[in-house]
């Protein structure tokens, strides 16, 4: 690996750590009582994806990024089941929807589609912010103008 790649694949790996950072600060500032992740785990999570991506290209071998992404997968779906028992059995899955999008950033940053990774992370953080502005515009919707939508 010449100089060049190495640059190259730092600053992928850095930027895929910066969209993890940023979906886990939303994530951790987003005012939830249950809150699931933290920055540090948002981060991993992204990093998990870019690893799995550079290693499936280095050996060839896709199967290497659906194993890190069952291992994000368990480890989002034992955590949503022990405090589904436990603690709140009211609690959504979005956190755990956006680790697993965040994961899959990270695959996209070392696979040469960071513009698509960063446009993703920002709709992903919009719709992450906005809860309230997102759920006061779906209660005003009614099923009738929904439909007249969908059938222009």
Same mark, same amino acid.
């Given at each position: 690996?010449?100089?060049?790649?190495?640059i190259?694949?730092?600053?992928?790996?850095?930027?895929?750590a910066?969209?993890?950072?940023?979906?886990?600060?939303?994530?951790?500032?987003?005012?939830?009582?249950?809150f699931?992740g933290?920055?540090?785990?948002?981060?991993?999570?992204?990093?998990?994806?870019?690893?799995?991506? =550079?290693?499936? %290209?280095?050996?060839?071998?896709?199967?290497l990024i659906?194993?890190?992404? +069952?291992?994000?997968l !368990? $480890?989002? /779906?034992?955590?949503?089941?022990a405090?589904?028992?436990?603690d709140?059995?009211?609690?959504?899955?979005?956190?755990?929807?956006?680790?697993?999008?965040?994961? =899959?950033?990270? %695959?996209?940053?070392?696979r040469?589609a960071?513009e698509?990774a960063?446009? +993703?992370?920002?709709? !992903? $953080?919009? /719709?992450?912010?906005?809860?309230?502005?997102?759920?006061?515009?779906?209660s005003?919707?009614?099923?009738?103008?929904?439909?007249?939508?969908?059938?222009?």
């Amino acid at each position: 690996m010449d100089q060049h790649e190495l640059i190259s694949f730092f600053i992928k790996f850095g930027l895929a750590a910066v969209i993890g950072m940023l979906i886990g600060l939303e994530r951790s500032q987003g005012g939830e009582d249950n809150f699931k992740g933290h920055v540090r785990d948002f981060v991993i999570f992204s990093l998990v994806g870019a690893v799995s991506a =550079f290693a499936a %290209v280095e050996y060839a071998n896709a199967w290497l990024i659906a194993i890190g992404f +069952i291992g994000v997968l !368990v $480890l989002q /779906v034992s955590g949503y089941w022990a405090e589904h028992r436990l603690d709140n059995p009211d609690s959504g899955i979005t956190t755990e929807a956006a680790a697993l999008i965040t994961f =899959f950033l990270g %695959v996209l940053v070392v696979r040469d589609a960071e513009e698509l990774a960063i446009a +993703i992370a920002i709709v !992903v $953080l919009l /719709v992450l912010s906005e809860k309230s502005m997102i759920e006061k515009f779906s209660s005003q919707i009614q099923r009738f103008e929904l439909q007249a939508a969908l059938k222009l």
